[in-house]
């Protein structure tokens, strides 16, 4: 017998997973991204590079983003920035 049987509330079968944070989601997917951008595999995007792509794909205000991507002014993103700088700027700064 079970309370759904009788025709009350269905009980839920074992606890239910809670979401992976949207970062832990985000990484996987900005990855390749950040790879691709990373022409010579050094674990850095030079700001200029970054700077011609998104310009090239009509990103607007690209100076703008890199207070997020370049937050220490040294002209290279690592992925680590990478991923804070696109959260931020989703998350509206």
Same mark, same amino acid.
């Given at each position: 017998w079970s309370p759904a049987e009788q025709g009350g509330? =269905?009980? =839920?079968e074992g606890p %239910? /997973? =809670?979401? %992976?944070p949207p970062e832990e989601e985000e990484e996987p $997917?900005? $990855? =390749?991204v950040f790879d691709a951008l990373d022409r010579d595999g050094d674990g850095f995007v030079r700001v200029e590079e970054f700077v011609q792509f998104a310009t090239a794909y009509g %990103? /607007?205000?690209?100076?703008?983003l890199m207070k997020y991507l370049d937050p220490s002014g040294l002209g290279v993103i690592s992925f680590e920035d990478f991923h804070r700088g696109i959260r931020a700027i989703k998350n509206g700064g």
């Amino acid at each position: 017998w079970s309370p759904a049987e009788q025709g009350g509330c =269905p009980v =839920p079968e074992g606890p %239910a /997973e =809670p979401p %992976a944070p949207p970062e832990e989601e985000e990484e996987p $997917r900005l $990855r =390749p991204v950040f790879d691709a951008l990373d022409r010579d595999g050094d674990g850095f995007v030079r700001v200029e590079e970054f700077v011609q792509f998104a310009t090239a794909y009509g %990103a /607007e205000q690209v100076k703008d983003l890199m207070k997020y991507l370049d937050p220490s002014g040294l002209g290279v993103i690592s992925f680590e920035d990478f991923h804070r700088g696109i959260r931020a700027i989703k998350n509206g700064g």
